[in-house]
């Protein structure tokens, strides 16, 4: 008897069309119309035309930032991450059989931990986006009240998400203005929106204009008693002043210029950092250092405040999914380049976008930068022609563009966000030159 109508009579049914009568028929159709199959060697052919159809910022000059940027990686953070033991490890639940994993996420953590000059890091969030979102819950816990402060110049995807996350605390997120001229923070429309229902502030450095802004460290002598949280380009602290040098409560990031790759936005790894009097209302998971019983250096999941644990009900978030293989990726990159292989890279950012920023702002039509003050690797830049358009322009002559920002601040309708890294080439910056010069004619 053919194995399907075995399986039908088992299950007491006359026939496949039977099997399927609850499925409505509008919602029915008559098969997928798939292609003839085909062998392995054609299947990888065609898969080769088709991704040779894509334009990468491996193969073509690449200026778009915001968030996710192309760095050069060694290729030994590729090599350790492929490792079978690596690659195919989850979330450990039984997390003390997994010691190579847990001593991983440590390292990963006491990096993290002593660019931002914090206290406890956590392993880890999915992204910026979502480390904002709990940071902002996590404010809540701090200090129960309903208000949080953010930038009105920030990024439209992290808006998003925080606001996904804050409303099911009722929490109101309330934008204060940035400075039209230096593109930091504007202090008296912060002072302005201070009220008594505030539960914590949050800026950028470097913002979305990739101003270095120095109102920021003001911030916790200003308001003292307001949780602070700061987000980083953590690439910049090999540079910049780390937020825990100047008070932040929290800090968080993302890790993707650590040796990630861009990957069409993600995977991603968002960084999350506090100070010891919050590490309980902290989320996600930190791994200890200890001793065995016979006296052995061992590590263990110190805290794991989540509601598969024992917190339960009282867990501070439910987010689950640790980004282990990216936090690797991350501790290996730095363990590679080191701390004055970092701060290099960072000068190269700085002096790659400043060469850039002056040579736009000769163009004609171009103004380059908007906004005074220190940059990192990206800057504003105000087009003569719309930066939609503009990018087409750029794409039809194999050059990835800019970000354009209205989308992120609605009235930003003809200013363009420009990137330069370690990874732009004076060849590549030649080409966007001589583009531009082109299209703004």
Same mark, same amino acid.
């Given at each position: /008897?053919?194995?399907?109508?075995?399986?039908?009579?088992?299950?007491?049914?006359?026939?496949?069309?039977?099997?399927?009568?609850?499925?409505?028929?509008?919602?029915?159709?008559?098969?997928?119309?798939?292609?003839?199959?085909?062998?392995? /060697?054609?299947?990888?052919?065609?898969?080769?035309?088709?991704?040779?159809?894509?334009?990468?910022?491996?193969?073509?000059?690449?200026?778009?930032?915001?968030?996710?940027?192309?760095?050069?990686?060694?290729?030994?953070?590729?090599?350790?991450?492929?490792?079978?033991?690596?690659?195919?490890?989850?979330?450990?639940?039984?997390?003390?059989?997994?010691?190579?994993?847990?001593?991983?996420?440590?390292?990963?953590?006491?990096?993290?931990?002593?660019?931002?000059?914090?206290?406890?890091?956590?392993?880890?969030?999915?992204?910026?986006?979502?480390?904002?979102?709990?940071?902002?819950?996590?404010?809540?816990?701090?200090?129960?009240?309903?208000?949080?402060?953010?930038?009105?110049?920030?990024?439209?995807?992290?808006?998003?998400?925080?606001?996904?996350?804050?409303?099911?605390?009722?929490?109101?997120?309330?934008?204060?203005?940035?400075?039209?001229?230096?593109?930091?923070?504007?202090?008296?429309?912060?002072?302005?929106?201070?009220?008594?229902?505030?539960?914590?502030?949050?800026?950028?450095?470097?913002?979305?204009?990739?101003?270095?802004?120095?109102?920021?460290?003001?911030?916790?002598?200003?308001?003292?008693?307001?949780?602070?949280?700061?987000?980083?380009?953590?690439?910049?602290?090999?540079?910049?002043?780390?937020?825990?040098?100047?008070?932040?409560?929290?800090?968080?990031?993302?890790?993707?210029?650590?040796?990630?790759?861009?990957?069409?936005?993600?995977?991603?790894?968002?960084?999350?950092?506090?100070?010891?009097?919050?590490?309980?209302?902290?989320?996600?998971?930190?791994?200890?250092?200890?001793?065995?019983?016979?006296?052995?250096?061992?590590?263990?999941?110190?805290?794991?405040?989540?509601?598969?644990?024992?917190?339960?009900?009282?867990?501070?978030?439910?987010?689950?999914?640790?980004?282990?293989?990216?936090?690797?990726?991350?501790?290996?990159?730095?363990?590679?380049?080191?701390?004055?292989?970092?701060?290099?890279?960072?000068?190269?950012?700085?002096?790659?976008?400043?060469?850039?920023?002056?040579?736009?702002?000769?163009?004609?039509?171009?103004?380059?930068?908007?906004?005074?003050?220190?940059?990192?690797?990206?800057?504003?830049?105000?087009?003569?022609?719309?930066?939609?358009?503009?990018?087409?322009?750029?794409?039809?002559?194999?050059?990835?563009?800019?970000?354009?920002?209205?989308?992120?601040?609605?009235?930003?309708?003809?200013?363009?966000?420009?990137?330069?890294?370690?990874?732009?080439?004076?060849?590549? /910056?030649?080409?966007?030159?001589?583009?531009?010069?082109?299209?703004?004619?």
């Amino acid at each position: /008897m053919p194995l399907d109508r075995r399986m039908l009579d088992e299950l007491g049914i006359g026939s496949v069309e039977e099997l399927f009568s609850d499925i409505p028929e509008e919602v029915r159709t008559d098969g997928i119309p798939l292609p003839p199959g085909k062998s392995e /060697m054609e299947v990888v052919r065609y898969m080769q035309e088709l991704l040779s159809a894509n334009l990468t910022a491996e193969s073509a000059p690449c200026f778009l930032g915001g968030g996710v940027y192309h760095h050069f990686i060694p290729s030994a953070v590729g090599t350790i991450v492929s490792r079978s033991e690596l690659a195919t490890s989850y979330t450990p639940y039984q997390a003390e059989i997994s010691q190579g994993m847990l001593q991983s996420l440590f390292e990963y953590q006491s990096y993290i931990a002593e660019l931002t000059a914090m206290d406890a890091v956590n392993s880890s969030n999915y992204d910026w986006a979502t480390a904002l979102g709990e940071a902002a819950t996590m404010c809540h816990r701090i200090l129960p009240k309903r208000t949080f402060l953010v930038p009105e110049a920030m990024c439209w995807d992290k808006r998003s998400v925080l606001g996904n996350y804050v409303s099911g605390a009722a929490l109101n997120v309330v934008g204060y203005c940035y400075d039209p001229f230096t593109g930091g923070l504007d202090l008296d429309d912060l002072r302005s929106k201070m009220t008594p229902d505030v539960c914590g502030i949050y800026a950028e450095v470097p913002n979305l204009f990739g101003v270095i802004d120095p109102q920021v460290p003001k911030l916790k002598q200003e308001f003292p008693d307001v949780p602070l949280v700061v987000g980083v380009n953590p690439l910049s602290l090999a540079l910049v002043r780390p937020p825990g040098e100047y008070g932040a409560d929290i800090v968080i990031g993302e890790g993707q210029p650590l040796g990630l790759p861009m990957n069409v936005g993600g995977p991603s790894l968002g960084l999350f950092a506090c100070r010891m009097e919050h590490v309980r209302k902290m989320p996600g998971r930190l791994i200890g250092m200890t001793r065995d019983r016979e006296g052995r250096r061992a590590f263990c999941m110190t805290l794991q405040t989540r509601e598969q644990h024992i917190r339960r009900s009282k867990a501070t978030s439910n987010i689950c999914t640790n980004e282990a293989l990216l936090a690797v990726a991350v501790s290996v990159y730095l363990g590679i380049v080191g701390g004055k292989g970092l701060r290099a890279i960072a000068r190269l950012n700085m002096r790659n976008a400043a060469e850039l920023m002056e040579r736009v702002d000769e163009l004609e039509g171009f103004d380059s930068p908007v906004f005074e003050g220190a940059h990192f690797n990206e800057f504003v830049v105000r087009t003569p022609v719309r930066p939609a358009k503009l990018n087409r322009l750029l794409l039809r002559r194999g050059i990835i563009g800019g970000l354009p920002l209205q989308r992120h601040v609605p009235r930003m309708e003809d200013h363009m966000l420009l990137t330069a890294t370690e990874a732009t080439s004076a060849q590549a /910056m030649d080409r966007l030159l001589a583009a531009l010069r082109e299209v703004a004619q």
